[in-house]
């Protein structure tokens, strides 16, 4: 083999080598192109996906803890605050039946709403509050959300179908798509108020259906309860028959309708 030959195969042999160097040169950059594009899009994906489940639920906003002094019904309660000072909280976007309104009967699943706030917040427990905007009500109760360990009372009532949506006033509607959600699941299941038909509407319980109910009690519930039954300051339960001293000037937690219902659910009569 002369030079010539020698030079050219030696030209052809490095530019072959170049060439396939270059390929997968080419090819390695193509790869890594592909992966960090696939990286990228799995990320996007994954935001997207955070986003659609954040957006899911409202965030819960600024909470404070309180002491339960006592649930005065379905939806009201008296608590204590950190500084001593003593509130009643109205729940917000959400109405119960009647159990000691001054002018009303005491309502179907009205008693049933009551025990369940009483024994989800029993006197002495904490609880977690979210105040509404404005705070208060015409009465000056707070306006709140109240959430125990972590789940929000308001929507728990709904759950059991003990309350109906109501009071719907702007600003405060934060939890309203979610609260009518659960809402239209307990009127799909006709538990609670939702199994006695027209009775919960969008303007209160209809008190016809209350009579109507009462008229399917069995022997011994009353359309009428008379004896008081209250809680005083230092967690005693009194209860009053309507000829005591103090029956009149009594707010009753609970009514009842015989002495021996009141001492069942734990009440002692009053000495006065």
């Known amino acids: 083999m002369n030079g010539n030959s020698f030079l050219h195969s030696y030209l052809n042999v490095f530019l072959l080598t170049a060439l396939c160097l270059i390929t997968l040169s080419g090819c390695q950059a193509a790869s890594d192109n592909l992966i960090n594009q696939s990286k990228q899009e799995d990320s996007l994906s994954n935001e997207d996906t955070q986003s659609s489940a954040d957006s899911s639920n409202e965030e819960k906003g600024k909470t404070f803890t309180a002491e339960i002094i006592k649930v005065i019904d379905g939806d009201t309660v008296k608590i204590k605050m950190t500084n001593g000072n003593q509130e009643t909280v109205r729940l917000l976007l959400i109405d119960t039946p009647e159990t000691v309104h001054p002018s009303k009967p005491v309502q179907p699943f009205g008693p049933e709403a009551s025990k369940f706030a009483k024994e989800l917040m029993p006197s002495g427990s904490k609880v977690e509050v979210e105040t509404g ?30 309350a109906r949506v109501a009071y719907v006033y702007a600003p405060n509607t934060k939890y309203l798509d979610e609260l009518e959600n659960i809402q239209n699941q307990a009127q799909q299941d006709e538990i609670g108020i939702w199994s006695i038909e027209n009775y919960a509407t969008s303007k209160g319980f209809d008190d016809s259906k209350s009579k109507e109910a009462s008229a399917e009690k069995p022997t011994g519930s009353c359309n009428n309860p008379q004896i008081k039954g209250n809680i005083n300051s230092k967690g005693n339960k009194i209860y009053h028959i309507p000829s005591g001293q103090y029956y009149e000037i009594t707010k009753p937690e609970e009514m009842f309708c015989t002495e021996k219902d009141a001492q069942d659910a734990g009440f002692r009569k009053s000495q006065s």
Not at 150 to 157: A, D, E, I, S
């Open 133 to 162: 905007i404005g705070e208060r009500d015409k009465y000056g109760r707070l306006l709140a959300y109240f959430y125990v360990d972590g789940k929000m009372v308001n929507k728990l009532l709904l759950e059991k179908g003990l």
